[in-house]
């Protein structure tokens, strides 16, 4: 649904990323009013406990649903691209919005607003980081125990007041691997945003190449999942990701693929990797 349906003034794409970005920022204040109003409240610890968890468990839960929806929306505010006018010279013009000039008091508001939503967006992960750090005596304390023990005494801890708001950020990563919802955010955000940014498409088909591919060895290699087939599930996906990059860097500089054979024959990997 395009922004200027609901609103003729969401028609334009900078106003669309304040909003969103305010928007979520809003949500997530008014969760920890709310938080603080319970408070207000005769309550008992253990009441007070859950209130707090489960507070924390929605803000989180926040975060990590609107953060890629977030970090790729302002990227694309920075992206200017020049247009001959003939007479009128050549203008910088936002590629996400042909309506606004790069150049005009408005889109430099913008850019100085969308910078410092940014800086907080990319503070996402860090906080992640932060909070999973503080809470890594139980999430890989030493111990002489088997490494499957300690995944299950770590699964039993993750039950108590202290894991169970956070859980979703390590249960499905193996035990020294507790940290990797970080690195995993910034890969995620890298290939949706990052690649989408590059002006020269053939070489984004390249970086994409690259990026799919070291991901690929990196997941065979470090298997950060605790389940065996979540790696491999993972390495696969990659692969696939890797030949699509593949595909459509070689549609672009060499036409392979236009004909029928090329083509069924790009399909078929694809099918055949998937």
């Not at 409240?41 to 977030?70: E, N």
């Not at 100085?112 to 809470?135: C, E, H, K, S, W």
């Not at 991901?215 to 790696?231: I, V």
């Amino acid at each position: 649904i395009a922004g200027e349906c609901v609103n003729e003034g969401l028609g334009s794409y900078d106003t669309r990323v304040i909003v969103s970005t305010v928007g979520v920022g809003s949500v997530c204040a008014v969760n920890w009013l709310v938080f603080g109003i319970r408070r207000l409240f005769p309550a008992t610890p253990k009441q007070r406990l859950q209130a707090l968890h489960v507070h924390t468990a929605i803000f989180l839960g926040l975060t990590y649903i609107f953060y890629p929806t977030l970090a790729l929306s302002q990227l694309k505010g920075y992206e200017c691209v020049e247009y001959d006018m003939g007479d009128e010279g050549e203008v910088r013009l936002l590629k996400a919005d042909l309506s606004i000039d790069c150049d005009s008091d408005r889109y430099q508001s913008f850019f100085g607003l969308n910078v410092f939503f940014t800086i907080m967006t990319q503070l996402i992960p860090i906080m992640y980081l932060v909070i999973l750090y503080r809470a890594r005596h139980l999430l890989h304390p030493p111990s002489k125990r088997s490494e499957h023990s300690q995944l299950r005494d770590r699964q039993r801890r993750e039950q108590g007041h202290e894991l169970k708001p956070i859980s979703f950020l390590f249960e499905h990563y193996d035990l020294g691997w507790w940290h990797f919802e970080v690195i995993e955010s910034y890969r995620r955000v890298a290939f949706i945003s990052l690649l989408a940014l590059i002006t020269d498409k053939t070489l984004a088909g390249f970086v994409g190449i690259f990026m799919s591919s070291m991901s690929t060895s990196f997941y065979r290699e470090a298997a950060p999942y605790h389940l065996a087939s979540n790696n491999v599930l993972a390495t696969v996906a990659n692969q696939q990701l890797s030949f699509t990059f593949l595909s459509a860097t070689l549609l672009r500089t060499t036409g392979y693929g236009d004909d029928a054979v090329g083509g069924s024959t790009l399909l078929a990997v694809n099918v055949a990797i998937i």
